[in-house]
């Protein structure tokens, strides 16, 4: 296996485009040859919460059936074996266009740093513009806990499945008897 993706990446690296085949959500694409791509730097709603569907058909007007160039940083795989690297396309940088729209939030997993000084500026300008999540921001609480968090928290991120509860609004989840989670404070 290490064999096969140090061919990989040589093969990849010595091509300076690839068309994007299929989009699969907002920060994840396959490349015609059948490459997974995760975009580093940003995290995209999931299936099951607001704007999923807005990043997902965003991120398909941007790069799908489009030639695309790759960069990398430090770590080049995550646990599902996608490929994690910065995109750009007809000289934008996607990673951060994403952002500057609100349809994704900047998530910087270590240690992959390369850009993230400038991602936090894009993610700082949405939020102050209002665009995408940062318009109409979301909750998300534990149908077995007493806290709630804002979208973005990590701590949201844990919450999985049937136990996930959303509110469009803090009110709700204040009415519902959540309190605001200390680690976000939303």
């Not at 485009?17 to 059948?34: M, P």
């Not at 979301?138 to 136990?163: L, M, T």
Request: hydrophobic share 35%; proline share 4%; net charge positive.
């Amino acid at each position: 296996m290490k064999k096969f993706k140090f061919l990989l990446i040589f093969l990849i690296s010595c091509n300076s485009s690839y068309k994007v085949d299929k989009i699969i959500d907002g920060d994840t694409f396959a490349l015609e040859n059948g490459i997974k791509v995760r975009i580093l730097g940003i995290d995209a709603p999931e299936k099951d919460e607001p704007f999923y569907d807005s990043a997902k058909i965003y991120l398909e007007n941007l790069i799908l059936n489009k030639k695309i160039k790759i960069e990398y940083d430090i770590q080049k795989y995550d646990k599902y074996n996608r490929m994690l690297a910065y995109v750009f396309v007809d000289e934008k940088f996607v990673n951060e266009e994403i952002i500057k729209k609100g349809y994704a939030w900047v998530y910087i997993i270590p240690p992959n740093f390369k850009y993230s000084y400038r991602l936090k500026m894009a993610e700082e300008k949405a939020k102050i513009e209002k665009r995408g999540l940062w318009k109409n921001p979301y909750y998300v609480a534990s149908k077995k806990g007493k806290k709630f968090h804002i979208f973005y928290c990590p701590s949201a991120k844990r919450i999985k499945g049937k136990n996930r509860i959303i509110f469009k609004k803090r009110e709700e989840a204040i009415k519902r008897g959540y309190k605001p989670a200390g680690d976000c404070n939303p």
